[in-house]
């Protein structure tokens, strides 16, 4: 089944503790993206990737990194993070115009 | 950067009624599309609509888009319950690298 995937779906942390948000694609898309979304804002862009090797910022990449070594997976980095990193966080494929979405991971930053 | 805005942010209709949900944008546009997201999971493409167009239908779903109001509507026909989620419209601006730019949603609760 085409998919993408996101582990862990929900994770509670402490600030400061590194945590890694991986993402897997297994449609060869060469795009893929990580957004995050909060009440009354909607989703908002962090990273996005047009092929392996190749990221850029999205609107809100402060907090976080992102790595592409391989082009199905995808995963989202927060060195330090901070309570307000808490949110929920999707990540995304694209063939032509359309994203394909994870399920979303829901992070809590005590 | 926010690019669309919905309009209403909520919507309550009776199931079997028509649910009408508008987006306005800020900047030109390559295309806009609709997802759908039932309630905490993800995003779900609907129907895409490109610039040098004005209408598109897919089954119950209809688009407009007006280009120099920079707006766009979706129409859902004959609603039932199973259309209760959020709707959010994407703007891929020209000249980008073809990253979509969410609004903040309309939520539609279709009761039965």
Known sequence: ???????????????????????????????????????????????YSMNVEVTDKGDVPEGYKVSRKEKRNFPLILESPSPNQTSLYFCASRLGNEQFFGPGTRLTVL | SQQGEEDPQALSIQEGENATMNCSYKTSINNLQWYRQNSGRGLVHLILIRSNEREKHSGRLRVTLDTSKKSSSLLITASRAADTASYFCATVQGGSQGNLIFGKGTKLSVKP
Not at chain 1, 19 to 43: A, F, I, K
């Open chain 1, 1 to 47: 089944e085409a998919q993408v995937t996101q582990n862990p779906r929900y994770l509670i942390t402490v600030t400061g503790k590194k945590l890694t948000v991986t993402c897997s694609q297994n449609m060869n898309h060469e795009y893929m993206s990580w957004y995050r979304q909060d009440p009354g804002l909607g989703l908002r862009q962090i990273y």
